[in-house]
């Protein structure tokens, strides 16, 4: 008997307490580091590394440096909301994930069936990757952005749905 993806996804372990602890502890500070992680919980760095392995490789989480897009010389970043003929979404998404410009792309609820966040230098590049790259995708129907002019507000310490 052979066991499908969907079964192996629902035997995944679920996350617990000291999972929640370590992803809320990166999430403050993705420096920290294993041994400083395994002092904070009073567990061994060995733990810490299984455990944090598990959450990398499960894609519970991901670490990484978050920028600011425009201290790093980008002159405009936004969302693209991207309207798909209902038979082509899958294929349309293959090739918009071979987009540079798009760090983030998701599917969606509403008009717009796609939602993908981008990170251009200037108006000429915004122009290209809309008229020249989203709009050469077959299937995609009509496109729309949403400039972002200034950061308020950027955190990722919003914990777990696993808290109480």
């Known amino acids: 008997m052979t066991v499908s993806a969907s079964e192996k996804s629902n035997k995944r372990k679920k996350i617990d307490d000291t999972d929640a602890t370590i992803v809320h502890l990166l999430q403050k500070d993705g420096r920290l580091t294993n041994t400083e992680i395994a002092k904070k919980l009073n567990i061994s760095e060995a733990t810490v590394r299984i455990r944090l392995k ?57 008009s717009a069936c796609v939602n993908a966040e981008f990170i251009v230098k200037n108006r000429n590049d915004l122009d290209e990757l809309i008229h020249k790259k989203i709009s050469a995708i077959d299937g995609v129907t009509k496109i729309q952005t949403s400039l972002i002019l200034d950061y308020k507000k950027r955190r990722y310490d919003y914990g777990t749905a696993f808290d109480e």
Do not use: C
């Open 54 to 110: 598990r959450l990398i490789d499960e894609e519970y989480i991901q670490i990484v440096a978050v920028s600011n897009p425009y201290k790093l010389g980008f002159g405009m970043t936004g969302d693209i909301y991207i309207s798909v003929d209902p038979g082509k979404i899958e294929s349309a998404i293959s090739e918009l994930k071979k987009i540079r410009e798009l760090w983030f792309i998701v599917t969606t609820t509403g």
